[in-house]
C-alpha cells in the first residue's frame, strides 16, 4: 500500500475494496466510495482503495465494460490499475471490504491476527436492503447488462456504508 506522506493523510481512516483480480467489482467500489468520500468533503479524513486476491491482473486497466458501466453512471475508472492485496497492508488499513465469500475467506486467512480479521467485513453486510445476501455477483463472464446491474448493487451498498461511517469522520473532523 503506497506511504501517506503528509500529516493528514496519516490520520485517515483507510479503506480497501478487495475482490478477485481488481477489474470488476472491488474497482468500481473503490470509486463510488471515493466519490461519497469526496462530495462530502472527507476526501482529507478517507482514504479508499482496492486491490484484488489474484495477482494475474496486476497492473491492467479496469475492464472496459467496468469503465463503460462506470462512465454511464457519471465516474471515471479510466486510470484504475490492478494490483494484488498484500497481507502487510492490514497494519495500515482500518477497514478491509470483501465483495463475496471467498475473498472474505481469503483475507481472513492471510490476517496474521485477530484484529486484522476483524478488519475484514462483506460490502453487503453494511446494506440492510440485501439483508440475507452476501456476495456481490461476479460480472466477469457475464454482459454489459450485468456490470451495469453489478455497479447499481454496489453504488446502493457503498452509500449505506458511508451512511454507516460518515458521523465518525465528521465527528474527527471537528476534532481537529
Not at 506511504?3 to 470509486?31: H, Y
Not at 453494511?126 to 440475507?132: I, K, L, M, Q, T
Request: charged fraction near 30%; include cysteine; proline fraction near 4%.
Amino acid at each position: 500500500m503506497p506511504q501517506a506522506t503528509d500529516e493528514s493523510q496519516n490520520e485517515a481512516f483507510r479503506i480497501s475494496m478487495v475482490c478477485t483480480g481488481n477489474i470488476c467489482r472491488s474497482p468500481m467500489a473503490e470509486i463510488v466510495l471515493r466519490d461519497l468520500v469526496e462530495r462530502a468533503g472527507l476526501g482529507d479524513r478517507v482514504q479508499v482503495s482496492s486491490a484484488g486476491t489474484g495477482e494475474w491482473h496486476v497492473g491492467e486497466h479496469a475492464d472496459p465494460r467496468t469503465v463503460a458501466a462506470l462512465e454511464a453512471h457519471g465516474f471515471d475508472g479510466s486510470t484504475h490499475r490492478a494490483r494484488q492485496f498484500d497481507a502487510d497492508w492490514f497494519d495500515s488499513l482500518d477497514l478491509v471490504v470483501a465483495l463475496d465469500r471467498s475473498h472474505e475467506r481469503v483475507l481472513r486467512s492471510w490476517a496474521r491476527t485477530d484484529d486484522d480479521r476483524a478488519k475484514v467485513r462483506l460490502l453487503l453486510s453494511f446494506d440492510p436492503e440485501y439483508a440475507g445476501r452476501s456476495d456481490v455477483p461476479d460480472p466477469y463472464y457475464s454482459d454489459a447488462a450485468m456490470f451495469d446491474s453489478v455497479l447499481g448493487m454496489i453504488e446502493h451498498s457503498c452509500r449505506a456504508l458511508f451512511r454507516q461511517l460518515e458521523p465518525a469522520f465528521r465527528h474527527s473532523r471537528q476534532a481537529l
